[in-house]
Each structure stands twice: as structure tokens, then as C-alpha cells.
């Protein structure tokens, strides 16, 4: 019994008719390696790194940091591990920053709004990163993108610190590939641009669910509103996954909605090129794939694209199912 399961997380996750989507992991901590390996993990997706420097007494330093991501990038090779740099701020907070005085923390100085405003942090955190590169098959990814002012800055960042070890002999991958999350409604709406400045987008529908339908994440009381199949958010994700291969560049969907078996079919009538999820949902979410055919998954989309509500989205993938099975 436990055997053919371990075989199963083997298998690839590719429908009955033949595509093939990555199916990685999101993870917090180094630790997580080994769930990654055992539950057929084809990488990591999105490693949360701030989750470090998170209600610590101490940080890891540049050189720690460095140590770190080159052992997860050696242990994985050749898969891929996208580091994401610091998201830090709203409801995740560093002691080591002290608690900042913001009304509405969601809204205020987070994620590469941060960074860039603490440059020397990100900086090291940046040339970790670019050092780890060539141990393994790494990607780089920013936080909450805006726009394209600040995609140039995070590359200038990149490019200074891969000119800098280049200088100094220290090895690296100069090709590693620089990406940003898609989960601001403004990145989405201008998905077409920014595919032009970066190597992947990865679709964050935590937030994307949040500041586009206004519903605090964290928050109970509103929490029956937080929908992520409501027409926006379907049509949203569509957008930024044409707009990426439109430009020829890979399209990854990292938050929770991916590893909902009901929500994955639609991503896949999107072509999505990859998900990235919880460790322990990485099973059960490659068989959904295993189990459904393309073409279904294409006719589904149709259909919910068309819906009005998040109700009637329900019901098509509630038909859906039924006729699967
Ligand atoms: C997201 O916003 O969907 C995401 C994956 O990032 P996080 O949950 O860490 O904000
Ligand atoms: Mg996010």
C-alpha cells in the first residue's frame, strides 16, 4: 500500500490526453526539503524566505543566508528553487524591524516596497541568492510588484551584485531567471507590459483575492466574501496567463487556489505552465490532473468564463466533476 502510493507521487502530472503541468512546492522553511522529495514535489515554486527573519531573535546574516539557499539549490538540483526575496510586512511581521506605524499595514510598506527601502538587507539578500545559483537550478522572484519602475530597480539590484561577483571571481549563474509575483490588481491589469521586463510570472491569488475583492485575508468577519472563483478573479488570472505567453514567458500560479482540486481544472484550461503549493497537497492535486482530460478542462473555462456569478461557477464545476466521475 505504501508503496504504491510513493509510486504514484512519482508519476508526472499530465492529464489523460497528454499536458503536462510542473506540480512544485511552496515552503517556509529549509526543513521542508524532505516533505518536498516525498511527496513528489518537482521543486520549489516559491520559497517564502521571510519566514526567517519572522519573531526571531536573530537573522540570518548574508552569509548564513548564502549557506542556506545553496544547500536547498544542491539538494533539489536539478530541479528548480525560486527564491522569493523578503515579503516581509502587513500580518508578517520582523521584531528586528520594530513594528511600523501604519493604519493599514496591508496596504503600507511590504514586501519589495521594503526592501527597496532598506537596500543594504536587500542587497545581501540578493547576492545570497545569486551565489546559491551555482549550486543548482535557481530562479529569483520580487514580491508584490506595482509596476515597472520597480521590476528596474529590483533587475539593477541584480545585475549590480552579479557584476560584483563576476568582478570578484565568485561563481554564479549570470542566466538565472528573474521573475515577479502577479498579485497586485494593477500588475495584472498591465500583465502585458510587465511580460516584456522579466523571465516568468508567478500568480499570487492570496493577495490578487485580497486587493481585488477588498477583503482582508486575515480578517473573519468578511472572510464568507473571500471567493476565489468570483468572475474577477477567474478572468484576472486568464489575463496575466495570456499576456505571459503572449510574450513567450512561463506562467506559474503560487497561491492556495492551486491546490484546490476544484479550482486546478480551470488553471488548466488556461494552460498554466506550473502550480506551486503546500507540500502535503502535492498528491492529491497531481491526480486530479491525472484524472481529467484537456479538452474538459478547456470546455470548463468556457463555460465559467462566462458566469456571473461565483454561484454559478460553483455549479459548473460541481457538474463538471459529476461527469468525471
Ligand atoms: C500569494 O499572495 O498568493 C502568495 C503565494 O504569497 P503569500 O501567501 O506568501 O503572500
Ligand atoms: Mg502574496
Given at each position: 500500500?505504501?508503496?504504491?502510493?510513493?509510486?504514484?507521487?512519482?508519476?508526472?502530472?499530465?492529464?489523460?490526453?497528454?499536458?503536462?503541468?510542473?506540480?512544485?512546492?511552496?515552503?517556509?522553511?529549509?526543513?521542508?526539503?524532505?516533505?518536498?522529495l516525498d511527496v513528489g514535489g518537482e521543486g520549489v515554486g516559491l520559497y517564502r524566505t521571510e519566514y526567517a527573519f519572522m519573531d526571531r531573535a536573530t537573522i540570518p546574516d548574508e552569509a548564513a543566508m548564502t549557506t542556506e539557499y545553496s544547500e536547498?539549490?544542491?539538494?533539489?538540483?536539478?530541479?528548480?528553487?525560486?527564491?522569493?526575496?523578503?515579503?516581509?510586512?502587513?500580518?508578517?511581521?520582523?521584531?528586528?524591524?520594530?513594528?511600523?506605524?501604519?493604519?493599514?499595514?496591508?496596504?503600507?510598506?511590504?514586501?519589495?516596497?521594503?526592501?527597496?527601502?532598506?537596500?543594504?538587507?536587500?542587497?545581501?539578500?540578493?547576492?545570497?541568492?545569486?551565489?546559491?545559483?551555482?549550486?543548482?537550478?535557481?530562479?529569483?522572484?520580487?514580491?508584490?510588484?506595482?509596476?515597472?519602475?520597480?521590476?528596474?530597480?529590483?533587475?539593477?539590484?541584480?545585475?549590480?551584485?552579479?557584476?560584483?561577483?563576476?568582478?570578484?571571481?565568485?561563481?554564479?549563474?549570470?542566466?538565472?531567471?528573474?521573475?515577479?509575483?502577479?498579485?497586485?490588481?494593477?500588475?495584472?491589469?498591465?500583465?502585458?507590459?510587465?511580460?516584456?521586463?522579466?523571465?516568468?510570472?508567478?500568480?499570487?491569488?492570496?493577495?490578487?483575492?485580497?486587493?481585488?475583492l477588498g477583503i482582508d485575508r486575515i480578517n473573519k468577519h468578511v472572510s464568507y466574501l473571500y471567493q476565489p472563483l468570483h468572475p474577477a478573479i477567474v478572468r484576472s488570472i486568464k489575463y496575466v496567463v495570456d499576456s505571459g505567453h503572449q510574450a513567450g514567458i512561463e506562467v506559474s500560479v503560487c497561491g492556495e487556489l492551486a491546490s484546490d482540486p476544484y479550482c486546478v481544472p480551470i488553471l488548466l484550461g488556461m494552460q498554466v505552465d506550473n502550480i506551486s503549493i503546500t507540500p502535503h497537497a502535492i498528491p492529491g492535486i497531481k491526480r486530479v490532473i491525472r484524472q481529467t482530460t484537456m479538452q474538459d478542462c478547456k470546455n470548463l473555462l468556457r463555460e465559467v468564463l462566462k458566469a456571473r456569478t461565483v454561484a454559478e461557477t460553483n455549479q459548473l464545476v460541481r457538474d463538471s466533476v459529476f461527469k468525471r466521475f
Open positions: 500500500y505504501q508503496s504504491s502510493i510513493t509510486r504514484e507521487c512519482s508519476l508526472p502530472a499530465e492529464t489523460i490526453d497528454g499536458y503536462r503541468v510542473n506540480v512544485y512546492a511552496n515552503i517556509e522553511i529549509f526543513e521542508e526539503v524532505a516533505a518536498v536547498l539549490a544542491a539538494l533539489l538540483a536539478p530541479r528548480r528553487v525560486t527564491y522569493r526575496t523578503l515579503d516581509l510586512g502587513a500580518d508578517k511581521l520582523s521584531r528586528q524591524f520594530g513594528k511600523l506605524d501604519e493604519p493599514n499595514p496591508a496596504l503600507g510598506l511590504r514586501a519589495v516596497r521594503f526592501t527597496l527601502k532598506h537596500p543594504e538587507l536587500f542587497r545581501q539578500q540578493v547576492r545570497a541568492i545569486c551565489r546559491a545559483s551555482q549550486h543548482g537550478n535557481v530562479a529569483i522572484m520580487f514580491p508584490l510588484i506595482s509596476g515597472v519602475n520597480e521590476i528596474d530597480q529590483c533587475k539593477e539590484v541584480v545585475r549590480d551584485v552579479q557584476r560584483e561577483l563576476a568582478a570578484a571571481g565568485i561563481p554564479h549563474d549570470p542566466e538565472m531567471p528573474i521573475g515577479i509575483m502577479v498579485e497586485l490588481p494593477c500588475a495584472a491589469f498591465i500583465a502585458d507590459v510587465l511580460a516584456q521586463e522579466v523571465d516568468f510570472f508567478s500568480i499570487g491569488t492570496n493577495d490578487l483575492i485580497q486587493y481585488s
